[in-house]
């Protein structure tokens, strides 16, 4: 499931398999020039991939042409191990749903955050005050 989001100012991305929540996906939250990124690959740790913006030579840099959005850059495994490496996602979205991401409706209790200051299980924090 591919789904994409403009919602209070936060342009999201997200993919995962609705019915096997441990497959493969990805949540991207691009918000004032900032990029909060999650990939889990099945079989592997919860947050396998984590993106920390600045850390460890770790970029990315989002570009959204009309219905197309794309994140490209370097990631780090989770943990610090191992040298970042190019990653690229492209999303050509059918529509953009002005609401919260699907995953914040899933049950929490494996889930990892982004960003780490989000409450635990929460994959997607949107401060109050926005």
Same mark, same amino acid.
């Given at each position: $499931?591919?789904? &994409?989001?403009?919602?209070?100012?936060?342009? $999201? *991305?997200?993919?995962?398999?609705?019915?096997?929540?441990?497959?493969?996906?990805?949540? $991207?939250?691009?918000?004032?020039?900032?990029v909060n990124?999650?990939?889990? *690959?099945?079989?592997?740790?919860?947050?396998?991939?984590?993106?920390?913006?600045?850390?460890?030579? /770790?970029? #990315? %840099? *989002?570009?959204?042409d009309g219905?197309? !959005?794309?994140?490209?850059?370097?990631?780090?495994? #989770?943990?610090?191990?191992?040298?970042? /490496?190019?990653? %690229?996602?492209?999303?050509?979205?059918?529509?953009?749903?002005?609401?919260?991401?699907?995953?914040?409706? !899933?049950?929490?209790?494996?889930?990892?955050?982004?960003p780490s200051? &989000?409450?635990?299980?929460?994959?997607?924090?949107?401060?109050?005050?926005?």
């Open positions: $499931m591919l789904k &994409c989001y403009d919602y209070e100012d936060h342009l $999201m *991305v997200e993919a995962h398999n609705a019915d096997d929540l441990e497959a493969t996906g990805f949540l $991207m939250d691009y918000y004032e020039n900032n990124l999650s990939i889990g *690959v099945q079989g592997g740790d919860p947050d396998q991939f984590r993106y920390e913006e600045g850390t460890d030579g /770790q970029t #990315a %840099e *989002v570009t959204r219905a197309s !959005v794309t994140i490209t850059g370097k990631i780090g495994a #989770a943990g610090g191990s191992g040298a970042p /490496q190019r990653f %690229e996602i492209a999303a050509n979205c059918a529509e953009f749903f002005n609401t919260p991401p699907d995953s914040s409706k !899933v049950d929490p209790s494996d889930l990892p955050s982004v200051s &989000c409450p635990a299980g929460q994959p997607l924090c949107i401060p109050e005050d926005n």
